[in-house]
């Protein structure tokens, strides 16, 4: 087996952390992956607090195995979310979009791990020194929201800037992408666009189809403009924000709240409804190479049985 210090300190099987999708990650997949043997994740996203309580508490229901909340800082209701995850003593929390160093210490108090996304070297020194646990090193190549490194460039410059253990995230998604991680010194993955066709993700059957066909080209980025990309894949709702956002480029002062209004509801219309033309159908760029539907159990043991093989390979070579 592979030694992390995350299977570690969760007494978990795998090294392998579900990524917070808002909208997506719910109690199911959350509970199907900790049961798996990794660690599951629900999403707060922009959720209020009584609609994530519910969430957990069903979690708690479906597996007695180690999970977490993933908060967005941006969110409206990150006081009341963060409030509740002590609460209901969580086992770990991790973070995006904003820092979670106002609620560390309530998070300490009461053994709530604290596991921040960072896009860059400066924020993950940052993160260390404020008393995080783990880091999430996430790569521009990860769907939603992204920074701008790549994750073969930003992983290894983390791990030599932080004393923590680093997760690596962004372009994963089988057992040559976690040997390549591990490689570049990360103790453990996080995985999210593979998760999103897992049979007990209740993510609409159209925004699963639209993943599975997928080409290696078949994601953009939006958002650039407003100063919060996001990657998905191509469709009418992206066509019409690219152009949208060349347009107000152009302007002395662009209307970023314009902008930012056109994605609103967006995600729901993918996610929920399954609208191919109106819904953001967030992506990393390793969907051009899903092509099928498992159980998390499935995928988790096809990761890491992949991974060993990569690694005995690799020791031929230089043996």
């Known amino acids: 087996m592979i030694k992390s210090k995350l299977c570690a300190e969760f007494n978990i099987k795998y090294p392998i952390l579900q990524g917070g999708m808002a909208w997506i990650a719910d109690s199911s997949l959350a509970s199907a992956v900790s049961n798996a043997g990794g660690l599951g994740v629900v999403a707060a996203g922009n959720a209020p607090a009584d609609v994530i309580r519910n969430e957990i508490r069903k979690t708690k229901e479906l597996t007695d ?10 969110s409206p209701f990150a006081d009341e979310i963060a409030q509740l995850v002590c609460e209901e003593k969580v086992q770990f929390v991790t973070t995006g979009a904003g820092n979670p160093g106002k609620y560390m210490q309530s998070f300490k108090d009461v053994g709530v791990r604290v596991i921040p996304v960072v896009p ?35 992983v290894p410059q983390v791990v030599s800037a932080v004393d923590i253990p680093v997760i690596a995230a962004g372009g994963i998604g089988d057992g040559r992408g976690v040997a390549a991680a591990l490689a570049l010194g990360a103790d453990a993955v996080q995985v999210g666009t593979r998760f999103l066709l ?3 993700c ?12 997928a080409k290696d080209i078949d994601t953009v980025i939006t958002g650039q403009i407003t100063g919060h990309p996001v990657r998905g894949l191509r469709n009418k709702f992206t066509k019409e924000f690219l152009e949208l956002e060349k347009e107000e480029g152009k302007k002395d002062n662009p209307d970023i709240k314009m902008i930012e209004s056109l994605g ?18 967030m992506s990393g760029q390793i969907a051009g190479m899903l092509t099928k539907e498992q159980s998390c159990a499935e995928m988790v043991e096809e990761f890491f049985n992949e991974c060993m093989k990569e690694v005995e390979k690799l020791y031929k070579r230089f043996s």
Not at 120 to 134: E, H, I, P, Q, T
Not at 264 to 281: N, P, Q
């Open 202 to 213: 209740n993510a609409h059957q159209s925004y699963k189809d639209m993943v599975i066909k």
């Open 65 to 74: 195995k180690p999970f977490g909340v993933n908060i967005m800082l941006m």
């Open 120 to 154: 860059s070297v400066a924020l993950a020194k940052r993160m260390a020194r404020d008393g995080a646990d783990f880091l999430i090193a996430e790569g521009m190549e990860a769907g939603g929201h992204i920074g701008k490194l790549t994750t073969m460039t930003l």
């Open 198 to 200: 897992a049979k007990e």
């Open 264 to 281: 609103a509801g967006s995600l729901r219309c993918a996610v929920v409804e399954g609208d191919l033309e109106k819904g953001s159908f």
